[in-house]
């Protein structure tokens, strides 16, 4: 355990006694509770049981508090429900917007500080710096607003007809159960990938087509779910400028270890991204 280091958010230091979660431990509480086993068992070591899921000293107390409580709102309010029952709505405060931005910042900030974003160059280099610039000004309460890099929230219900072509056949399984965390990049944006069992939230480092999003951006206050069609979110997904068309030309830096992740569920796209695996 490091003596001393700074608050990857706040920037003070602190002496840290606690490990900080990156995916929020109430998705791996959940995805626990539903397994038959009640034991995670992901990757190539199917036999070795998982721990849940990536853990580092990176968050002071008054940060790790500040997130829990947006954490267990949303926990409470909007996923716990959802798994439960799909058909399930409500309106949401500004603790669902803070909770997106707050697991967004998480994954990206992460990723910088364990030099995982090498593959980012340019224009897309200098959007990461001002995302999580923006986002941690966000989450800190020195500005009430996002910009361009906002957070779109793919809600998964229904089953995807796989004799699709090129729909694998695992896909249900994959977008229901997997979590999943990604920094994406292509020529055409770059994007925060966090899969929290069936809840998709992609949060825009550079994005120029906003337009290509609808329904999905989550906002201060509004509805949930914020897509009303079911095969909105598929065409959000698998369409045209859509995630799965965006990966087929970029990299991204990816956490799937047998240790703490699920196993990756192949998409027709996967073969196309180079992930780094630690
Ligand atoms: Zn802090």
């Given at each position: 355990?490091?003596?001393?280091q ?29 397994s ?24 002071c ?7 829990e ?24 405060g ?138 909105s ?20 830096a ?25």
């Amino acid at each position: 355990m490091p003596n001393k280091q700074k608050c990857a958010l706040c920037a003070v230091e602190y002496a840290p006694t606690e490990l900080s979660h990156i995916v929020p431990k109430f998705v791996y509480r959940w995805l626990k509770a539903t397994s038959a086993t009640k034991f995670m068992r992901f990757g190539p070591k199917m036999n070795q049981r998982a721990q849940d899921g990536i853990k580092d000293y990176f968050l002071c107390e008054a940060c790790e508090d500040s997130f829990e409580k947006h954490e267990s709102k949303f926990a409470s309010d909007i996923f716990t429900p959802f798994v439960q029952d799909n058909c399930h709505t409500a309106d949401y405060g500004e603790y669902m917007l803070k909770f997106a931005v707050s697991v967004s910042w998480r994954v990206l900030a992460y990723a910088q500080e364990n030099g995982l974003l090498h593959h980012f160059r340019g224009r897309h280099a200098v959007a990461v710096t001002d995302t999580l610039a923006i986002w941690r000004d966000y989450l800190l309460n020195k500005t009430h607003e996002i910009g361009n890099h906002e957070i779109h929230l793919l809600p998964m219900s229904g089953v995807i007809d796989h004799s699709s072509a090129g729909v694998p056949e695992n896909i249900n399984r994959y977008l229901r159960r997997a979590i999943e965390i990604n920094v994406g990049v292509a020529n055409t944006g770059a994007f925060t990938y966090c899969k929290l069992g069936p809840m998709i939230f992609i949060g825009l480092i550079h994005y120029p087509e906003l337009a290509h999003w609808q329904k999905t951006k989550i906002n201060k206050s509004g509805q949930f779910p914020l897509l009303l069609r079911r095969n909105s979110w598929i065409s959000s997904l698998c369409g045209a400028g859509g995630w799965l068309n965006l990966n087929r030309n970029c990299q991204s830096a990816s956490w799937k270890t047998s240790k703490y992740h699920t196993r990756r569920t192949s998409t027709a796209s996967s073969s196309r991204i180079h992930t780094k695996h630690f």
